[in-house]
Structures are given as structure tokens and as C-alpha cells.
């Protein structure tokens, strides 16, 4: 028998083991450092890698439909790569995607990408008909998006993206762990950047299934090692650790890291407006990587999120909120453009599926445009407790920051100008949020406190 041939069986032998329900033995059919991709990754809380992981997935699977069977349609072997399409179907008896057993018959189609390595199946990255399922579990109907664009992505970034590996840097952050989580939600994996790889953050995004790797800005073979093997970078850093300077440098690096280790696509997180030439010390930081980006010959995608609306919740802002105080260095009639990190992390998402669709492109992106006024009467709506618009001027920001004060300056004569009617034809899968949405997600008990 050739390799081929014999890789060919050894991919056909997971399909018996499955439909055998001999889940005792997979470790005669995965390697130790086995690894799924795509729908096929690890369970919440269960192992990350080995036999293990797939075996807790076939459990769970099972006990959503106990009759489930898989039926190979195709097979086909190449190198050390095996692509098998199966057809599944069973009754769903338990909870799967969320919903209880409904007693539908369910079918379904996958395609596997088997790595096969010593004998054994290294790594299963597959793609499957996940709207199909939810449809046929009344979870889900045909939508209809406003755009044939929108159409064409919104089908194919939920049932025919190739689940990718992602790395994440500021994984740990807010920005970037709602990027790791809008990878996760949608099939994809998750290599994570960190200077320490047993801090309780670390461990945290372990338990989720993402590989943490170690690596320092200021390190360039670091990111170098980080990067291999990626099928997208996922860049940010912040001005408010070390200054806007060393925030360029450290944008300088990782984009010259991701060169050096051929990488597919670079996400650039940067600020919106920071291509208007706007004087603010880190708008013009990140412009000044974003030109570095542009001139490096790395496909790449610019991505410039607006005022974070997570903000209200930044130790320089509660006291005055439970106080009854909403304080901004603006008029109170004077809008401002503002996003959630879930929209960020969502958007980044759809960028990594759209590939060279948007290659070259930069994108301002904003969920929402309203006055302090009008946020300060959500904010009393929200939290049930009155909350009234203080504005002051920005120089009294002067003293503890330059920067801050010339950006509140800059977005009462100027402001961001993302086109947020565009954002949401165009992509529909990021499911934007209004600030009262994002407000009325949020726990308020933290105004109680003193």
C-alpha cells in the first residue's frame, strides 16, 4: 500500500471509530499532540490537545445526537494531507448550538483537512454547514442582507470559511480579548502574544483553547517565532504604557516580524482619523505605522476603531458616575462616535474571512454617534438611577495630559467621521451595537461601590 493510500485509511479509520462509538480507541488513530480547527477545536474546559480533546467533542456530540453517523462522499490524499467529505445525519435529541433537543432529523455535510504526521492524524481543520444545522433546529432562517456584497459574505463567513490561525497580540486586554473572543465564537484558533505565560490572564485564555506563545515588542525574533505558521496577524498596541514613541516602534516591529515570517495577512489596529493629520500625539503615532504597514509589501488591512464606549467604566470615570455625573471635556450638545470592543473584535473577525477582498483597505469604524446629553439620559434610563451631562474644558486634562487634552479638543472642532450606515450595510455579521444596547448589557452594581 502507498502513503497515500495509507494515510487514505488512516483518515477513513476516524470515520469507523466514530460511527463505531469505540471512542476508547482514538488514540490509535491521532497523534499525542493531535489538534482540531474550525468546529473541530477543543470544548470549553476540556483538553486543548491530544486524543483527549477529540473525545470530549464526540461525547458532547453524542449526547446531542446519540444516532449520529457520519458517511464518507469523497476522499482524496496528497503529501501529508488527507480531504474527506462526510455526510452526517441523526436526530437531535440533546442540547446542541444552544438549543434543546428538538427531534428533528439533522443533516449536514463536512470537509476535513487531515495533517497526518508518524502514522497518525496531527491536526482536523474542517469546514461544515453550521447555518444548515441551526436552520434545521429552528435556530436560525434565511436572512436576506441589504447588499449582494453583504450576501455573498455573510453566507460564507458563517458556513464555508476555512477556520484559520490567528495571532492575537494584547490578548489580555479588552481590545484584544474581545478579538479572541470573536475568533473562538466563529471556528477559528487563536495563538496568543504575551510577555508572561503563567499569569492568571494566560491561563484564562488557555482554558479557552488558545496556544500562548511568548514574545516582547522589543524582542524582533521573538515575533518572528510568534508569527510562523499563522494564517493572520492581528497587531495592536497602546500609547498610555510607554508613550506614543515607543507605541510606533513597537507597530515598526511586529510589522516587520510578520514580513520576515511570510504572514498571509496583517491587521493593523490603529485610530480613526489618525490619516487626517490631526496633531494628536498618538493618532499620529499609529499614522506613522500604518505608512510603515503600507510600504512593507505585507498584505494588509488597516483597521481604526473610534472612542471606546468602555471608557464609562475606566477607574477615571465611575467615581464620577456614582456620583450622578457623567464628565467629559465637551460641550454637552457636542456628538461623539463611539464603539464597543465586542464590534471591534466582530469586525476584526470579518476582515480576517474576507482575505483579499479587503487587502489595502483601511476602515474607521464606529457603532454609534450621540451627545453627552443624550448618553448621560440612557445612562439614568439604563441604571435606573439619575445621571446628568457635566462638561468641562479639555485644558483641565492639560496638566496630567497634553495628549488627552488636544484629542478632546480636536473632537469638538473636528471629530471622527466613520460612515456608520455604510459599516452596517456592509457588515451585517458584526451585529453592531447602539450605546444603549452595549449599556444595558453591562452590571451597574459596580456604582454601588465605594
Known amino acids: ?60 456530540f453524542l449526547q446531542a445526537i446519540p444516532d449520529a453517523r457520519g458517511q464518507v462522499v469523497d476522499v482524496v490524499a496528497e503529501g501529508d494531507k488527507v480531504v474527506l467529505v462526510d455526510r452526517f445525519g441523526g436526530t437531535h435529541r440533546g442540547e446542541f448550538f444552544g438549543s434543546p433537543g428538538t427531534g428533528n432529523h439533522i443533516e449536514w455535510t463536512a470537509i476535513h483537512i487531515y495533517t497526518i504526521r508518524d502514522g497518525k492524524i496531527l491536526e482536523d481543520a474542517v469546514m461544515t454547514d453550521s447555518l444548515a444545522i441551526m436552520q434545521q433546529i429552528g ?14 459574505y455573510s453566507e460564507r ?32 484558533q487563536v495563538r496568543a502574544l504575551t510577555r508572561n505565560s503563567a499569569s492568571p490572564a494566560a491561563k484564562r485564555l488557555r482554558e479557552q483553547g488558545v ?14 517565532r510568534a508569527a510562523r505558521g499563522v494564517d493572520a496577524v492581528y497587531a495592536m498596541s497602546t ?6 514613541d515607543k507605541e510606533t516602534a513597537q507597530g515598526i516591529t ?40 503600507q510600504a512593507s509589501g505585507v498584505p494588509y488591512t488597516i483597521v481604526a476603531p473610534v472612542f471606546f464606549m468602555e471608557n464609562l467604566l475606566q477607574p477615571w470615570t465611575l467615581p464620577s458616575l456614582r456620583q450622578g455625573k457623567l464628565a467629559m471635556a465637551l460641550p454637552a450638545t457636542r456628538s461623539l462616535q463611539q464603539i464597543t470592543v465586542a464590534d471591534i473584535g466582530a469586525f476584526v473577525a470579518a476582515v480576517i474571512e474576507r482575505g483579499d477582498t479587503v487587502f ?37 486634562l492639560r496638566a496630567q495630559s497634553e495628549d488627552m487634552a488636544r484629542m478632546f479638543e480636536w473632537f469638538d472642532s473636528s471629530g471622527y467621521a466613520a460612515d456608520i450606515k455604510s459599516l452596517r450595510r456592509d457588515f451585517p455579521e458584526v451585529k453592531w451595537h447602539t450605546f444603549e444596547e452595549w449599556a444595558r448589557k453591562q452590571d451597574w452594581s459596580v456604582l454601588d461601590q465605594s
Open 1 to 60: 500500500m502507498s502513503d497515500l493510500e495509507t494515510n487514505k485509511a488512516i483518515a477513513l479509520r476516524l470515520v469507523e471509530v466514530f460511527n463505531g462509538r469505540q471512542l476508547d480507541r482514538l488514540e490509535d488513530v491521532l497523534h499525542p499532540k493531535f489538534r482540531g480547527r474550525g468546529i473541530s477545536a477543543v470544548v470549553p474546559g476540556g483538553p486543548v490537545v491530544g486524543p483527549g480533546a477529540r473525545r470530549k467533542l464526540y461525547q458532547m
Open 139 to 152: 435556530l436560525a432562517r434565511k436572512a436576506w442582507p441589504a447588499t449582494k456584497q453583504a450576501e455573498k
Open 157 to 188: 463567513s458563517i458556513t464555508m470559511s476555512q477556520s484559520k490561525l490567528v495571532l492575537v497580540t494584547g490578548a489580555t486586554g479588552n481590545q484584544g480579548g474581545a478579538c479572541v473572543d470573536a475568533l473562538l465564537t466563529r471556528g477559528h
Open 211 to 224: 496556544e500562548i506563545v511568548v514574545g516582547d515588542f522589543t524582542d524582533h525574533d521573538s515575533l518572528v
Open 239 to 244: 500609547p498610555y504604557e510607554q508613550g506614543a
Open 254 to 293: 511586529i510589522t516587520d516580524a510578520a514580513k520576515a515570517a511570510r504572514v498571509a495577512h496583517l491587521i493593523y489596529s490603529s485610530v480613526a482619523s489618525a490619516n487626517r493629520g490631526t496633531g494628536i500625539q498618538h493618532f499620529d503615532g499609529k499614522y506613522a505605522v500604518e505608512k510603515h504597514v
Open 360 to 396: 489595502g483597505r483601511r476602515f474607521d469604524i464606529a457603532g454609534d454617534e450621540l451627545t453627552g446629553e443624550e448618553a448621560a439620559a440612557i445612562l439614568s434610563k439604563v441604571t435606573g438611577r439619575e445621571v446628568h451631562y457635566e462638561g468641562f474644558p479639555p485644558d483641565v
